[in-house]
């Protein structure tokens, strides 16, 4: 949301809830940088000092000039389709993408199933409570929550309408580096606004600055700006493959890294949001849980709270206690930790080595539960 700029802790990724339209040709025009080589033209000729001898103009241009211009027109065809393809996926994707308005600003959200549950982010339903929701054709309705899992930042809301168009969710897991997406939401309202990349990297772990640790995260070029959050990462066979989420941020230039924005995976949305849909809650999150809480100390992470019958206190671990260690991980900040146990599964065992109060070290099993919801 615009009012909300969010930072990532370690990744620095901030989310996006409320975003400018900007063309991709200009935002890669304008982050790239010119060597400063100089193209050097010749102006004129210079006579020499021998006759000059005129040669032969062949009556037909060599196969190679044929073959040149066999290519440039491939290419370009193939340019063409590929551009025909991206706006036939907007035409079909287009009016599954909605706004999403709330009493601390706007997100975009993707048409879910004909019932009318709507998928976006945790962090664009944020505390709200009211909820406006406006279709591609203009139409909005009053919206309800169905269920919020902040953990995995997904969320899902229900409208009461007629004749919606549902996207389709892709398996993200059949994604490659190099793959085109597109990127659709509602930059500070502008709808139906469209960016274009390809995907960076995948199964990214993405901190966010509320010390979730995101697992399954889709790296992506295709510009990801305030407002797109909740929206349609798509690729070209018109199938959503993930929910534009975050976008990276650099301390040293004070604002967004261009050309690297993160989006949660479509398996991972889908897998949230049916668990939402069903019951209103998560219930099997598959995702490893410690039962502690932390706060940051000078040497590292402080446990300030330990769930009672939670895993680390099955283990041994103490309020007071600093985290030196999990496994091989050092771990300098709460941060560090977060991201090391969500890389894990519940019932993994981990060794965890810990300062007491009093200065001993002691090193610990311990068995990862489940995250609740």
Do not use: W
Not at 198 to 220: F, H, K, M, Y
């Amino acid at each position: 949301m615009v009012s909300d700029k969010r930072r990532l802790s370690r990744r620095f990724a901030a989310p996006v809830v409320s975003l400018v339209f900007v063309a991709v040709v200009v935002a890669a025009c304008s982050s790239a940088v010119v060597g400063g080589t100089t193209a050097n033209t010749v102006g004129g000729l210079q006579a020499s000092a021998s006759p000059t001898v005129a040669a032969l103009v062949p009556a037909e241009l060599p196969a190679a000039t044929s073959s040149t211009a066999a290519t440039s027109l491939a290419a370009s065809a193939s340019a063409l389709s590929l551009q025909d393809q991206m706006v036939d996926v907007i035409k079909q994707v287009g009016p599954s993408v909605v706004e999403i308005q709330t009493d601390a600003g706007l997100g975009s959200g993707i048409v879910y199933d004909s019932k009318g549950d709507i998928v976006t982010n945790a962090h664009v339903v944020g505390t709200s409570t009211t909820f406006t929701v406006t279709l591609s054709n203009g139409k909005t309705y009053p919206a309800t929550l169905v269920g919020s899992y902040a953990p995995d930042d997904i969320a899902v809301l229900h409208i009461t309408a007629t004749g919606l168009a549902p996207a389709t969710f892709g398996d993200s897991s059949q994604l490659s580096v190099g793959d085109f997406v597109l990127a659709m939401g509602n930059p500070l309202g502008l709808q139906s606004s469209v960016t274009e990349g390809i995907v960076s990297a995948l199964n990214r772990q993405v901190s966010e600055p509320t010390g979730n640790a995101l697992p399954d995260v889709i790296q992506t070029s295709a510009a990801i700006n305030p407002g797109n959050s909740g929206g349609a990462l798509v690729d070209l066979s018109g199938d959503v493959v993930g929910i534009p989420t975050l976008t990276a941020s650099d301390p040293q230039l004070g604002g967004s890294a261009p050309g690297i924005g993160f989006a949660i995976s479509s398996n991972r949305a889908k897998f949230i949001a049916d668990q939402l849909i069903a019951s209103g809650k998560v219930t099997s999150s598959g995702r490893a849980y410690m039962g502690v809480q932390l706060t940051d100390g000078q040497t590292g992470p402080i446990i300030v709270a330990v769930t009672a019958g939670g895993p680390a206190a099955a283990a041994g671990v103490q309020v007071g206690d600093v985290v030196i260690s999990i496994d091989s991980t050092l771990t300098p900040d709460s941060a560090t930790l977060i991201d090391a146990v969500a890389a894990y599964h519940p019932g993994d065992k981990v060794t965890l080595k810990v300062q007491h109060q009093n200065g001993t070290v002691a090193t610990l099993t311990l068995t990862l539960g489940q995250l609740p919801s």
